[in-house]
């Protein structure tokens, strides 16, 4: 077994926003030494890692000289250069998850063609190299309103997903590969953080549901557990399971899905990170998520993913109309509250919509900490000064 803890090891993360930043309180909880690199001089991972690099995570060379730097290369976002892992694995340097598992899942086309030759239930799904060709499809009804539209590749919190119901929504489809996807009428939208080591032990957390903001199609609520009949919890951890097995990643997946109005379960999409979906295992889980994925990439004894406790996390986004350093009004208000812990990421900068940080509720019950949820929602804002 090798010495992680309290030595010259080294875990090279690529990405240094909020995932890395909570991955690095784990890190520094086991003393493990890490290296960081991200785009930006102020990403929130800055003020935790032992070393941290700016560079751009889509430039082979720099992730290539970032990655001989470390044992060990994990990442916190999919948009890294695939190629550059490539090169360090055939050099003899860790990356988990793998470039393959990385190379299937970042390219959304890819995804779901992977589904499809797995015999993954999934929606039905048309590709296209460009914005022109999906309207020449619909010109020719190969296409029929409604649908989903999503970019192939770079979608994040709402961003590269939209429903195009009218022809005048058509206009707002910007450039580029993508795919128009069969929309789906679900009861609920579902998701299973399944964890994995290069050992091949598996496990996966309890299912959680998923309750979305009308405009920003971001996730509002995580809610754990799912408000689901037993069967139907049974049943979503192993497909999960049976996603996992099917990529053979090593790390944390997230796999999300929907609950069809006949209860039958078909796969959205997956993460091979830790997700916001199990941001509430922070507080309510015996293992959290980014203890669990360091656990996984380490080969180390995963941990129990039981919860403790009913947990609900809450996304705290920026407001409309506010850009600029952020305030975060009513903060003491909601830090009165019992079972409520909030999670600031340090952006330096607010904007519409913008991921500035969660709150986790817990409580024995799932019902009182979803009218606490609600509470906190409407009382924390993030404003700016302007």
């Not at 906190?376 to 404003?383: A, N, R, S």
């Amino acid at each position: 077994m090798i010495n992680y803890f309290s030595s010259d090891f080294k875990l090279g993360i690529l990405g240094g926003g909020q995932l890395g930043k909570m991955l690095l309180y784990e890190t520094r909880k086991l003393d493990i030494q890490t290296i960081v690199m991200d785009p930006s001089e102020e990403a929130p991972c800055k003020i935790s890692a032992n070393i941290f690099i700016q560079g751009d995570l889509m430039d082979y060379d720099a992730v290539l000289d970032f990655g001989r730097k470390a044992d060990l290369v994990t990442f916190e976002i999919e948009s890294v250069n695939v190629e550059a892992l490539k090169q360090l694995e055939k050099e003899g340097i860790k990356v988990f998850p793998s470039s393959s598992t990385l190379e299937k899942i970042s390219d959304k086309v890819v995804q779901k063609q992977f589904y499809i030759d797995n015999d993954i239930a999934t929606a039905s799904f048309s590709a296209f190299n460009s914005r022109l060709e999906l309207l020449k499809a619909f010109d020719e009804n190969r296409v029929s309103l409604p649908f989903v539209w999503k970019s192939a590749t770079g979608g994040y919190d709402g961003k590269g997903v939209m429903i195009v119901k009218s022809k005048k929504d058509l206009d707002q489809i910007p450039e580029g590969k993508c795919l128009a996807e069969k929309l789906i009428p679900f009861k609920n939208e579902l998701a299973v953080i399944v964890a994995r080591n290069p050992s091949g032990e598996v496990i996966s957390y309890p299912v959680v549901e998923m309750e979305f903001h009308p405009v920003a199609n971001q996730v509002e609520y995580v809610i754990c557990p799912a408000r689901i009949e037993e069967s139907i919890s049974v049943k979503a951890r192993q497909l999960a399971e049976k996603v996992s097995d099917t990529f053979k990643h090593v790390g944390l997946l997230a796999v999300e899905m929907f609950l069809t109005q006949d209860d039958e379960l078909v796969v959205n999409e997956v993460a091979p990170r830790p997700h916001n979906s199990g941001h509430y295992s922070i507080e309510a889980s015996y293992t959290n998520q980014f203890e669990q994925h360091l656990r996984a990439i380490l080969d180390l004894p995963l941990g129990n993913t039981e919860s403790k406790v009913a947990g609900i996390m809450v996304n705290l986004s920026g407001e409309e109309n506010y850009t600029g350093p952020p305030i975060y009004k009513n903060m003491e208000q909601i830090l009165k509250i019992p079972g409520v812990t909030p999670h600031i990421y340090g952006k330096k900068e607010t904007r519409p919509f913008r991921k500035m940080g969660h709150v986790t509720i817990v409580n024995k019950d799932i019902k009182k900490a979803r009218t606490i949820a609600e509470e906190v929602k409407k009382t924390l804002k993030v404003i700016s000064k302007n």
